[in-house]
C-alpha cells in the first residue's frame, strides 16, 4: 500500500468489533518499531509506549477514558508518552551518530586516528548544544515531550492502517487518573492514547470526513496577512 493510499484509507474508528481480532505482543512490537522511524530532534526519541491489552486494565483504562466504550472493545491499545527528560540522552545520541556515520570527519592527514578524533569531537559539541537548547528552556523541553511522540503516533497509525488493522487516537483522558492508574512517572507526559482492533460490522464503512480547503490554512510567504 501506497503512503497516499494509507492516508486516503485511514478513518477514525469509532467502535471496535470485541475480541474481533488478537493483536499479540509481537505483532504490536513490530508496529511500534516501525513506527519509530519517524523523526526526532536531534534523533533523541523521546517516547515510551505503555501497551494495553488486559481486560482488567482495559477496564482501568477505561474509567481513565471518561468511559469510551471504544476503549473496551479494542484489541490493544497503546499509550503514546513523551520524555520532557528526553535531552538527558544527549551523550548517547551523540555517540550513535558517530557509529552511524553521521558525521563527516573530512580529509586527514593520519587515515583513522585524526578523523575518528574529529568525529568526536563534532559529537561532544552536538552533545553540549542539546543539553544548553532544553536546560535553558522549559518551553522547549515541554513542547519536545508533545511534539515527537506525535510525530510517531500518526506513523503508528498508517502502518496499521497499511496492515489491515483499524485505529482511533483518543485524546480524551483524565491525565491524573492514568498517572495514578498506571504509575507514570512525572518525567512522562501522556500525549495519546491509539486504540487498535478489528472496525464494528454493524457500523459499516465510515465515510470520509470533509477537510477544509487549502485557502483556509495555507498562507504563502508573498500574502498581505493572515
Known sequence: MEVSEALRSRRSTRAFEPDGLLLGREVLE?????ATRAPSEFNLQPWRFLVV??????????????KQEKIRQASALIVVCGDTRGWERADKAAEELIETGYFDP???????QQSIQSAQNDARALA?????????DERARIAMAYRNP??????????????GIASCPIAGFSEPQLRRAF???DRFVPVVIIALGMPSLAMGRQPVKPRRPLFEVVYHEDMASW
Open 30 to 34: 513490530d508496529l511500534i518499531f516501525e
Open 53 to 66: 491489552r488486559d481486560r482488567e486494565r482495559k477496564q482501568a483504562l477505561y474509567d481513565c477514558c471518561f
Open 106 to 112: 573530512g580529509p586527514a592527514a593520519q587515515p583513522g
Open 128 to 136: 553540549e548544544r542539546i543539553k544548553n537548547t532544553y536546560l535553558r
Open 150 to 163: 506525535a510525530l510517531v503516533a500518526m506513523n503508528l497509525m498508517l502502518v496499521a492502517t497499511e496492515r
Open 183 to 185: 504509575e507514570i512517572p
